[in-house]
């Protein structure tokens, strides 16, 4: 049982290029997010999936687009990146409901150059 | 919407001491708590949660959190301090405008445990 699994761990970028986040989880949760990491910001709401099939925009969704494949599977795309793109990217997933847990992978730290 | 505070940037203990990690919390209707704990170059680490209930919520690795809810606080606490337990804490709430049960952060506080 792996949890939430991401790849890949790092990433360096020319700005205007682009890439995919490739997010995973093992739990058969109906429910997976993306957030961003920055310093003294805490964490913020990129995209999310309520449950298969749907997808929703978060608090920061501009410049990103996502796909949920299936139940498990969760990608996160940058079609042009930016420097202000450079963060650390986390994938978490939890059951659906207010008292679940979410459970977040590795990250994936990236810089945008 | 829901939000949580962290006060504190860093708290600095010494080894053996009680530890405390403030949270504040604004939330319409139930809240719903959560601690993480986050060590360097890693994921985020559930800790506890308060869903209902009583007001002393433990968790794992010795922790625990209190929910005042006339105070709208819910502070990390354990009773004595290790070295291993600097890291980085998140408060969190859980979001309700229906985004998929997303949690809203605090901006995180450092702890130093030394020796």
């Known amino acids: 049982n792996a949890g939430v699994t991401q790849t890949p761990k790092f990433q360096v970028l020319k700005t205007g290029q682009s890439m995919t986040l490739q997010c995973a989880q093992d739990m058969n949760h109906n429910s997976m997010y993306w957030y961003r990491q920055d310093p003294g910001m805490g964490l913020r709401l990129i995209y999310y999936s309520a449950s298969e099939g749907t997808t929703d925009k978060g608090e920061v969704p501009n410049g990103y687009n996502v796909s949920r494949l299936n139940k498990r599977e969760f990608s996160l795309r940058l079609e042009s990146a930016a420097p202000s793109q450079t963060s650390v990217y986390f994938c978490?997933?939890?059951?659906?409901?207010?008292?679940?847990?979410?459970?977040f992978g590795p990250g994936t730290r990236l810089l945008v150059l | 919407a829901q939000s949580v505070a962290q006060p504190e940037d860093q708290v600095n203990v010494a080894e053996g001491n009680p530890l405390t990690v403030k949270c504040t919390y604004s939330v319409s209707g139930n809240p719903y708590l959560f601690w993480y704990v986050q060590y360097p170059n890693r994921g985020l680490q559930f800790l506890l949660k308060y869903i209902t209930g009583d007001n002393l919520v433990k968790g794992s690795y010795g922790f625990e959190a209190e929910f005042n809810k006339s105070q709208t606080s819910f502070h990390l606490k354990k009773p004595s301090a290790l070295v291993s337990d600097s890291a980085l804490y998140f408060c969190?709430?859980?979001?309700?405008?229906?985004?998929?049960?997303?949690?809203?952060f605090g901006k995180g506080t450092s702890l130093l445990v030394t020796p």
């Open positions: 969190a709430v859980r979001d309700d405008r229906g985004s998929g049960y997303a949690l809203n």
């Open positions: 978490a997933s939890s059951e659906s409901g207010y008292q679940e847990t979410q459970y």
